[in-house]
């Protein structure tokens, strides 16, 4: 074989070595390229799913919002009680047996709504579960218009904070059976289930994150008028301030 031919083979298989490097750089470009579009699309899509998802869990930011207090009386009565209590707790046992006469009252002659954020300061405080479990049941009671007649009878039948006793749901349902047409199977699986817990749970922490110390805590159009004072509130003193405002 000559020079010249071992020279022109040779640069024959440069170039085609050459050509080859080619090949693959470029087919390594268009890979890159796909692996690029993949990922974009995915992307995309992940980002479509995520908007889709956020939407259809739309419920789950409501859960992280205040709990609604359960209203009682007409929306636009012109005076307004918002009253934080435990059902566990003995100065709320004292408060309701003492003025829930006067305040049914005023409800319904259409001069005052009252609004009642439920805790759990008690279960917190000392254990158990008998504030969470008797205030999901009110909140079951609410479910069937009657919540007014139960709540008022939780603290009638109120038991000594230190045996939990409203921790036994036989108990909660026992009492329903005061209130004429509210033990049913639809209050029984409300009770059991513990279908207002979250809610409960809710309230608790709003108070929680409240400037409000203790329960009861009792406002009047927004000022504390219970607790703290030199002159004791009496039932007709919160008649009298209601019906100012009529």
Request: with cysteine; glycine share 10%; proline share 3%.
């Amino acid at each position: 074989m000559s020079e010249k031919n071992s020279e022109g083979k040779g640069s024959a298989r440069e170039r085609l070595r050459a050509e080859q490097e080619r090949h693959k750089a470029a087919e390594k470009r268009r890979r890159t390229l796909r692996v690029g579009a993949v990922v974009v699309a995915v992307l995309a899509v992940g980002s479509g799913v995520g908007a889709l998802v956020a939407s259809q869990q739309g419920g789950g930011d409501d859960a992280a919002q205040s709990a609604k207090p359960i209203s009682v009386g007409r929306a636009n009565a012109p005076a307004k009680l918002t009253v934080y209590e435990d059902f566990r707790c003995p100065a709320c046992g004292q408060f309701e047996n003492q003025f829930s006469d006067t305040i049914r009252e005023l409800e319904k002659a259409g001069k005052l709504k009252a609004e009642y954020h439920l805790v759990t300061l008690i279960d917190g405080n000392m254990g158990g579960s008998g504030s969470k479990k008797a205030a999901n049941a009110a909140a079951c009671a609410r479910d069937e218009g009657k919540f007014s007649e139960y709540h008022d009878i939780l603290y009638l039948r109120q038991p000594v904070e230190t045996e939990d006793a409203y921790a036994d749901t036989k108990r909660l349902i026992s009492l329903a059976k005061q209130v004429k047409g509210l033990d049913g199977p639809a209050f029984r699986e409300c009770v059991n289930s513990g279908k207002h817990n979250d809610w409960v749970e809710r309230s608790n922490e709003d108070f929680r994150n409240s400037q409000h110390e203790a329960t009861p805590t009792i406002l009047l159009d927004g000022k504390n008028i219970y607790g703290g004072r030199s002159k004791p509130l009496t039932s007709e003193d919160l008649k009298k301030k209601v019906e100012a405002k009529s």
